[in-house]
């Protein structure tokens, strides 16, 4: 494979993986309603249609977005990544080992994993603020997409809690 193929393969996709390969795997040890007979019940049409355009919008656009830790802002995005994920696991955690605790039946620990994503997702638009091709504000636009669907996929997640 040529060197400039290899690059297009060097993509901000690659932060993604270990979220995927996390969901993946323990997705079925969450607690009951967050499975999807019971999550996705009765989620108003329009906040349901929102959330999954902007789902596939925010995890397709890494592709375009060039995987590099050069400049500082980069540095900095790439912490905030790993502080982003140690987050969005402790939430999955908690609710995985502890879903009896005060924190797993509250408000705010049952919608965690839905919106500690912002930090990782913030991290990754600072990493990738350069595409493959020219354009102008990338992590800008990447972080203002992510920051709707959070706040989308928290009130979907909000709804759910109200249910139980």
Known sequence: MSLKIKRYF????LLLIPVFLWNIIFVDALPKSYTPEIFWKDIPKTLSYSENILRIIV?????IMIFSLKTRVQKIGFVIYLIGIILYFLSWIIMIVYPRSNWS???IGFVSPAYTTI???VGIGLIGNKAFFRTFYLSVIYISIALIFVV?????TYIVFQRL
């Open 105 to 107: 039946q509250s408000m």
């Open 119 to 121: 930090v990782w997702f």
């Open 10 to 13: 060097i993509n901000c996709f």
């Open 59 to 63: 995890l397709a656009m890494p592709v």
């Open 152 to 156: 989308l996929h928290s009130l979907h």
